[in-house]
Each structure stands twice: as structure tokens, then as C-alpha cells.
């Protein structure tokens, strides 16, 4: 079965500074993608990253790039100069076809001023 | 709508009533998603539907709790003889599904129920 582990309950990161948030995951599929997802206080989800994983290239969206490794089965999000209005919860999760999204447990980031 | 709609965005109720709970989702996506979040915890999953597929139901946590989706349109989340431990934010989610497994899920802003 799928499973998508988020290891960091809390992370903090000073501002302008650079975080990471790991996510590992388990699948017997080669064709799947992934996500991160940040929930801010308003709790409306929004969609941060995706990355299918037949492409090698990690992707990037301005200040958040992920480290993924296909290999490993590892998919991690760093966001680059951080700002006060990315303290939110961050969510990786995993698709493939038909079947469910599978989120992992969601890691609190906190941002220093 | 342009988004995933849920209703009401707040309920309180009392310990022992039924509630239902409302999700439209965004005209055109096959899959539909409940989950639910505690306070400050991630989210747990409740129940699939994927466009007439029989429902994943495998994440409802007791026979209290079902859904019913009219198609590929509205679902309704009904929890029966409500109890403290249900009182949580009631995530709903829409996306393309059909195989596109690429596609983004779109949440709604979710139902805060509040059991007393």
C-alpha cells in the first residue's frame, strides 16, 4: 500500500532564511506524482509544487524548489528566502491514476521575524 | 462555482443529533474526497468517490459516519448520534480524476463542527 511519511511535525526557520521539509513515500508504481500543499490558518488548502516522476528535473515555483530521489523514494520541498507569510501547515501527498490521494501527516512551519 | 463550495462552514451541535454536511465540487471533476482534521493534526482521510466507481469507504472510522454523492455533482457527509470526538474541520476535495492522476485537488474551506 502507498504511504507518505512526514517525519518533521515542526519545523522553524528565521526570515529570509532557507528551510527544508522532508518527505519520504512508498509505492510499487513507476508512473505517480507528487505534492506539496500549504494550509495557512485560513485553512484553505493551496497547491505549492507538483512533480511527476517520470521527469527527473526537479521541479520549481519561484522561492520553492523540491529535491526529489526517485530512488530513494524521498521528495522534499526547501523554500528560499523565507517569508512571515509562509507559516503554515505544509502537506506532501502522493497520486497515481484512479487511486486516491494519500497525504502524509503535515509539517508546522514557523517563521522568526 | 468557481471552487469547491462547502456548507455550512460552521456547526455546533449537540452530542447525540445527526449532522449533514454539504460539498459541491467543481463542475466537471470525477473525484471527491473527505477528510477530516483534528485541530492542529494533518488530515484523515474518510471516504473516495471516483465517477461511478463504488465509493473507497475504507477511512470512515465508525457506522456512524457515511457519504452519498448524486453522480458527479453534490455529496453529502452524514454523521449519526454525533460525539464529542467528531468535533473537527470537515475537509472536502474535487479534482479530475478519470486517471489523471497528475491533476490537482482543490479543497474547499471546510466545515468546522463543533460537538457539546
Known amino acids: 500500500a502507498q504511504t507518505v511519511t512526514q517525519s518533521q511535525p515542526e519545523m522553524s526557520v528565521q526570515e529570509a532564511e532557507t528551510v527544508t521539509l522532508s518527505c519520504t513515500y512508498d509505492t510499487s508504481e513507476s508512473d505517480y506524482y507528487l505534492f506539496w500543499y500549504k494550509q495557512p490558518p485560513s485553512r484553505q488548502m493551496i497547491l505549492v509544487i507538483r512533480?511527476?516522476?517520470?521527469?527527473?528535473q526537479n521541479a520549481t515555483e519561484n522561492r520553492f524548489s523540491v529535491n526529489f530521489q526517485k530512488a530513494a523514494k524521498s521528495f522534499s520541498l526547501k523554500i528560499s528566502d523565507s517569508q512571515l507569510g509562509d507559516a503554515a501547515m505544509y502537506f506532501c501527498a502522493y497520486s497515481a491514476g484512479t487511486y486516491k490521494y494519500i497525504f502524509g501527516t503535515g509539517t508546522r512551519l514557523k517563521v522568526l521575524a | 462555482g468557481a471552487g469547491v463550495s462547502q456548507s455550512p462552514s460552521n456547526k455546533v451541535t449537540e452530542k447525540g443529533k445527526d449532522v449533514e454536511l454539504r460539498c459541491d465540487p467543481i463542475?466537471?471533476?470525477?473525484?471527491l474526497y473527505w477528510y477530516r482534521q483534528r485541530l492542529g493534526q494533518g488530515l484523515e482521510f474518510l471516504i473516495y468517490?471516483?465517477?461511478?466507481?463504488?465509493?473507497?469507504k475504507s477511512g470512515l472510522p465508525s457506522d456512524r459516519f457515511s457519504a452519498e454523492r448524486t453522480g458527479e455533482s453534490v455529496s453529502t457527509l452524514t454523521i449519526q448520534r454525533t460525539q464529542q470526538e467528531d468535533s473537527a474541520v470537515y475537509l472536502c476535495a474535487s479534482s479530475l480524476g478519470g486517471g489523471q492522476g497528475g491533476t490537482e485537488a482543490f479543497f474547499g474551506q471546510g466545515t468546522r463542527l463543533t460537538v457539546v
Open positions: 512533480q511527476e516522476a517520470y521527469k527527473q
Open positions: 468517490f471516483q465517477g461511478n466507481s463504488a465509493p473507497d
Open positions: 463542475s466537471g471533476h470525477t473525484a
